[in-house]
T-cell receptor, first 112, second 113 residues
Framework: GQNIDQPTEMTATEGAIVQINCTYQ??????LFWYQQHAGEAPTFLSY????GLEEKGRFSSFLSRSKGYSYLLLKELQMKDSASYLC?????????????FGSGTQLTVLP | DVKVTQSSRYLVKRTGEKVFLECVQD?????MFWYRQDPGLGLRLIYF???????EKGDIPEGYSVSREKKERFSLILESASTNQTSMYLC????????????FGDGTRLSIL
């Protein structure tokens, strides 16, 4: 099974930097997905980390530490449109690789 | 771009009714999924299918069944709807190989009265 923990809510100011953490315990691990979900909309893919370290993609970066069971999503130069829920999802290794378990999501509110 | 289409955005049904939620994807993906999403509980997997006529239970299959008669279509069935099945239902698909991101439909907000 999998145990995933991320903060329920976070608030930040426009233009700031925010880090959303995700810790997980899973039997068999290949990598970790991050998704963004705006209210009333479908989740959309942000990143997939397999190797340890930081991967940067524009204003968004994602970090993974496999040994610590820890990941974070870093959002820079926050914009109002970044207000959304951010979901982390560890991907299992092997036969159930297609089956993801999602965290409950972190609701980020960006204030002007 | 992958298109995952769910038949209804909003649906209202009555307790005891048999309810069908339809999902169609246009990218020939082998794998399709049904989730429900509730406040504070996140996305929970109900069923998934890795091929035509193949299905596997997810974390919360009770009260639901599924049908995959054609590769592009995956149906979720509430055999006898109950009020605790009021939720947002999301369909997703991915190709068969590798660790691809799931592509989601826009969701169906189902209310059972």
């Amino acid at each position: 099974g999998q145990n995933i923990d991320q903060p329920t809510e976070m608030t930040a100011t426009e233009g700031a930097i925010v880090q959303i953490n995700c810790t997980y315990q899973t039997s068999g691990f290949n990598g970790l997905f991050w998704y963004q979900q705006h209210a009333g909309e479908a989740p959309t893919f942000l990143s997939y980390n397999v190797l340890d370290g930081l991967e940067e993609k524009g204003r968004f970066s994602s970090f993974l530490s496999r040994s610590k069971g820890y990941s974070y999503l870093l959002l820079k130069e926050l914009q109002m449109k970044d207000s959304a829920s951010y979901l982390c999802a560890p991907a299992p290794r092997g036969g159930s690789a297609r089956q993801l378990t999602f965290g409950s999501g972190t609701q980020l509110t960006v204030l002007p | 771009d992958v298109k995952v289409t769910q038949s209804s955005r909003y649906l209202v049904k009555r307790t005891g009714e048999k309810v069908f939620l339809e999902c169609v994807q246009d990218m020939d993906h082998e794998n399709m999924f049904w989730y429900r999403q509730d406040p504070g509980l996140g996305l929970r997997l109900i069923y998934f299918s890795y091929d035509v006529k193949m299905k596997e239970k997810g974390d919360i299959p009770e009260g639901y069944s599924v049908s995959r008669e054609k590769k592009e279509r995956f149906s979720l069935i509430l055999e006898s709807a109950s009020t605790n099945q009021t939720s947002m239902y999301l369909c997703a698909s991915i190709p068969g190989q590798g660790y691809q991101p799931q592509h989601f439909g826009d969701g169906t907000r189902l209310s059972i009265l």
